[in-house]
T-cell receptor, first 114, second 113 residues
Framework: NAGVTQTPKFQVLKTGQSMTLQCAQDMNHNSMYWYRQDPGMGLRLIYYSASEGTTDKGEVPNGYNVSRLNKREFSLRLESAAPSQTSVYFC?????????????FGSGTQLSVL | AQSVTQLGSHVSVSEGALVLLRCNYS??????LFWYVQYPNQGLQLLLKYTTGATLVKGINGFEAEFKKSETSFHLTKPSAHMSDAAEYFCAVRDDSNYQLIWGAGTKLIIKP
């Protein structure tokens, strides 16, 4: 039971470099999310995709882009990385964007931008 | 706008002692409330949730939480702490404008042997 799979687990970038974080779920979920987790701040939503073909900004979208490639996959791209984007990134999915749907999380990507 | 406040970034209890993690929320409508747990180097997983109905909610691993509207609280408790409960715990409330979760800053639970 893979659930939500994120790659890579760790990444070090130099300022200005670009990279894409990959996320895939095998639960046939409609909705997918990207969060960042910073110490003392809980989780903050970057982007989400309510269903295949749609994406919406969350609380902190600046500096990021996303692609909902198909129902399974939702990628997060940093076009020009900045030190402020040093964080732990989590992908999550849920059956739908409903009232009380349970979120399933990946194990995270630890990103450092030097 | 809804918000969540978790009192105490770190809580330390002895093994076998009562666990109490505090969460207060603000919401202008009846809230949907959640507790998630994050074990070291893992993603978050749902412990329990309150949507409607019974205000005492039971979750996994012996945890429970009580929704108290008058106190705008949703505190998490467990009668007897185990070493395996050491983790970070997050309280969240649903944002009614977009159905997303608004997260508290988290409380790291430390269990002393």
């Amino acid at each position: 039971n893979a659930g939500v799979t994120q790659t890579p687990k760790f990444q070090v970038l130099k300022t200005g470099q670009s990279m894409t974080l990959q996320c895939a779920q095998d639960m046939n979920h409609n909705s997918m999310y990207w969060y960042r987790q910073d110490p003392g701040m809980g989780l903050r939503l970057i982007y989400y995709s309510a269903s295949e073909g749609t994406t919406d900004k969350g609380e902190v979208p600046n500096g990021y882009n996303v692609s909902r490639l198909n129902k399974r996959e939702f990628s997060l791209r940093l076009e020009s990385a900045a030190p402020s984007q040093t964080s732990v990134y989590f992908c999550a999915s849920s059956a739908s964007l409903g009232t009380n749907e349970k979120l399933f999380f990946g194990s995270g990507t630890q990103l450092s931008v030097l | 706008a809804q918000s969540v406040t978790q009192l105490g970034s770190h809580v330390s209890v002895s093994e076998g002692a009562l666990v109490l993690l505090r969460c207060n929320y603000s919401s202008s409508v009846p809230p949907y409330l959640f507790w998630y747990v994050q074990y070291p180097n893992q993603g978050l997983q749902l412990l329990l949730k309150y949507t409607t109905g019974a205000t005492l909610v039971k979750g996994i691993n012996g945890f429970e939480a009580e929704f108290k509207k008058s106190e705008t609280s949703f505190h998490l408790t467990k009668p007897s702490a185990h070493m395996s409960d050491a983790a970070e715990y997050f309280c969240a409330v649903r944002d009614d404008s977009n159905y997303q979760l608004i997260w508290g800053a988290g409380t790291k639970l430390i269990i002393k042997p």
